[in-house]
Nanobody, 128 residues
Framework: QVQLVESGGGLVQSGGSLRLSCSSSGDTLDYLAVGWFRQAPGKEREGVACMSSSDGVTRYLDSVKGRFTISRDNANNMVHLQMNSLKPEDTAVYYC?????????????????????WGQGTQVTVST
């Protein structure tokens, strides 16, 4: 498994921006499928933004399309999630995930079952 560490979470006002970062120690992220997931209290973990390993295909949760962007920083072996126009409903613990394949048995992308390696999470809180 890949060791992942998230950073960049915090408290921000509604309408503000944050950039989350995910780093890996020892494993190269640029050839892995990577994703950002989030889990709010009392809710299931959901895929926010994911990128495939081979052709850079991306998938976004409908509610974040146009506001969030996932990107790779291969020079620094990191993956970022740029979050703009944040809303209170974006409040959650955000997790970075990686996998050599990145699809579940039904070929679904950006679902928790598609990823084997997970970070510990970083809290994002958006105030009104």
């Amino acid at each position: 498994q890949v060791q992942l560490v998230e950073s960049g979470g915090g408290l921000v006002q509604s309408g503000g921006s944050l950039r989350l970062s995910c780093s890996s120690s020892g494993d190269t992220l640029d050839y892995l499928a990577v994703g950002w997931f989030r889990q709010a209290p009392g809710k299931e973990r959901e895929g926010v933004a994911c990128m495939s390993s081979s052709d850079g295909v991306t998938r976004y949760l409908d509610s974040v399309k146009g506001r969030f962007t996932i990107s790779r920083d291969n020079a620094n072996n990191m993956v970022h999630l740029q979050m703009n126009s944040l809303k209170p409903e974006d409040t959650a613990v955000y997790y970075c995930a990686a996998d050599h394949w990145g699809y579940d048995s039904a070929m679904n992308m950006c679902v928790t079952e598609a990823y084997k390696s997970w970070g510990q999470g970083t809290q994002v809180t958006v105030s009104t």
